[in-house]
């Protein structure tokens, strides 16, 4: 495989260290010649979280945590089993990423008065502090995931996307 990119990232390199990379494990694993759909679109996930990671969570917000803080907006006062279920996340993926948040203080938790147990997310002044950032930031890196793509090749592909892994 050619060089690797500057980008420090595992999950980005040109189209062509990509492609290079797939036909070999699509030859390992398919009998049939061709792309396969599943492979290109983890790799897509993969270079959308790098970009993500860097240009809009700046190491400081996951997706996953950019979610809880989208649903804390909206939704003041939700557990982590309730984010989980919402946002389609393992109760535990859940719980380490409201864990984050608190640590960063974008989070508090406040015991829930009827069931000491549970305790209530809200979103600190902090917390929208960087929503309110990640909201002017994510436009370029939205503009910039779709560079290569007209507006209607832009408009099918999340059309096409919404139709995938429906079973």
Do not use: W
């Not at 980008?7 to 980005?12: G, I, L, M, R, Y």
């Not at 694993?29 to 970009?51: E, I, Q, T, V, Y």
């Amino acid at each position: 495989m050619s060089a690797a990119s500057s980008d420090t990232s595992p999950a980005t390199g040109t189209p062509e260290e990509f492609a290079e990379a797939y036909a070999i494990v699509e030859a390992v694993l398919f009998d049939h010649p061709g792309p396969s759909l599943g492979l290109r679109l983890h790799g897509a996930s993969l270079r959308n979280l790098a970009r993500f990671n860097a240009r809009v969570g700046r190491g400081d917000v996951t997706v996953t945590m950019l979610a809880i803080l989208c649903m804390l907006e909206r939704l003041p006062g939700l557990s982590q089993s309730d984010l989980a279920r919402m946002i389609k996340v393992e109760r535990m993926t859940a719980g380490i990423n409201a864990k984050r948040c608190v640590e960063k203080g974008f989070v508090v938790r406040e015991t829930v008065p009827s069931d000491r147990r549970r305790f209530a997310l809200h979103l600190t002044d902090v917390g929208r502090a960087e929503l309110r950032a990640i909201r002017e930031r994510l436009p370029l890196h939205e503009d910039r995931l779709a560079q290569r793509l007209s507006a209607a090749e832009r408009g099918q592909l999340i059309a096409l996307l919404d139709k995938v892994g429906h079973d």
